[in-house]
């Protein structure tokens, strides 16, 4: 399976609510080409993805944040997977998409020895699930926005070989990020608590 395919089903089950983060890669990439509505930190850099989102899910607990992390991202940082699930929020969803490569930079270490799904169930997360192929990526990501978290899905996908335009980065995103999260309807509960 590949990105082109599962994040294409994933923005037909969101809400345009629900906050999105995604890691520098192609998820930032392929994900500015399927969704333009709502609060979406497209392209964090690398081993930040899961950890923003994190304190995203912490913000506004009570709606779904979903971060799309990358195997190489994700290595970066896999201490943040014990903070997770320390942490223990149950409206966040993990998809980390593992293509076993820095884009054109060679092979990560998944494509050896390195099981990031294993690692996640390691360090605490009930909610894991390494998908292969779409019907089982389908029926992962619905669960994991129906019930509670945290989620950790590692869904195994194909390298890319071809480059997609980033629609969506640097202070533009940035300021269109910050400018939806302040629309949000979820914006200030803190404040009313």
């Known amino acids: ?6 994040l294409p089903l994933l923005a037909e089950m969101l809400e345009e609510n629900t906050l999105k983060v995604t890691s520098l890669s192609s998820n930032a990439r392929i994900w500015s080409g399927v969704w333009d509505k709502g609060p979406v930190f497209a392209s964090m850099n690398m081993g930040l993805c899961t950890g ?17 992390d990358s195997d190489g991202s994700l290595m970066e940082d896999t201490g ?8 223990n929020p149950t409206n966040l969803v993990v998809l980390c998409f593992d293509n076993e490569s820095y884009a054109r930079m060679g092979p ?17 997360i009930k909610s894991v699930r390494l ?3 779409i019907p089982e990526y389908e029926t992962a990501v619905k669960e994991a926005l129906m019930t509670p978290g945290p989620w950790f899905i590692l869904a195994k996908v194909d390298a890319e070989t071809q480059r997609v335009p980033d629609k969506r980065r640097g202070a ?7 400018d939806a999260v302040e629309r949000h309807p979820d914006y200030g509960a803190w404040k009313r608590a």
């Open 52 to 68: 923003f989102a994190l304190g995203m899910s912490l913000a506004f607990p009570t709606r779904k944040v979903v971060a799309l």
């Open 1 to 6: 399976m590949n990105r082109f395919e599962c």
């Open 172 to 178: 533009a995103m940035k300021f269109d990020f910050m």
């Open 131 to 133: 998908v292969r192929t």
């Open 108 to 124: 990560t270490a998944t494509s050896r020895k390195a099981n990031l799904a294993r690692m996640a169930e390691g360090a605490g």
């Open 80 to 87: 943040v997977l014990i903070t997770l699930a320390d942490a």
